[in-house]
């Protein structure tokens, strides 16, 4: 059963382009791996961000638990480890994992 790996982030304004600019490389990066399916980003509009932030949330499909696995345990830690030598405490990250429930046409 598939999984979604959710990424919610906030990012100083005054990085914000230099930033996403990094963030679209990531997100290509981690789509190419096997097992990942692919990859939504969002600018989160509500709710608002803090002062001197901008919001985005980054949902990835993965194929399956296994592939959410390997992703975590083989690739996340270098590619966290990236954003934070390049931006350290200009930025951050929570995470979560969603399993699907029910799904509705439309």
Known sequence: MS???EVNLWVD???AETWLAWLDAHV???T??????GATVFEVL???APAG???WCVKYLMRDQAALEEYLARHAPRLR???????GDRFRAERRILAPHARYPG
């Not at 190419?32 to 399916?37: D, E, I, K, R, T």
């Not at 480890?81 to 931006?87: K, N, P, V």
């Open 53 to 55: 932030q901008r919001c």
């Open 28 to 30: 290509r990066e981690i």
């Open 32 to 37: 190419a791996l096997p097992g990942v399916l």
């Open 13 to 15: 304004r005054a990085i």
């Open 46 to 48: 509500e709710p608002t």
């Open 3 to 5: 999984r979604v790996y």
């Open 81 to 87: 480890q990236d954003g934070i030598d390049r931006f």
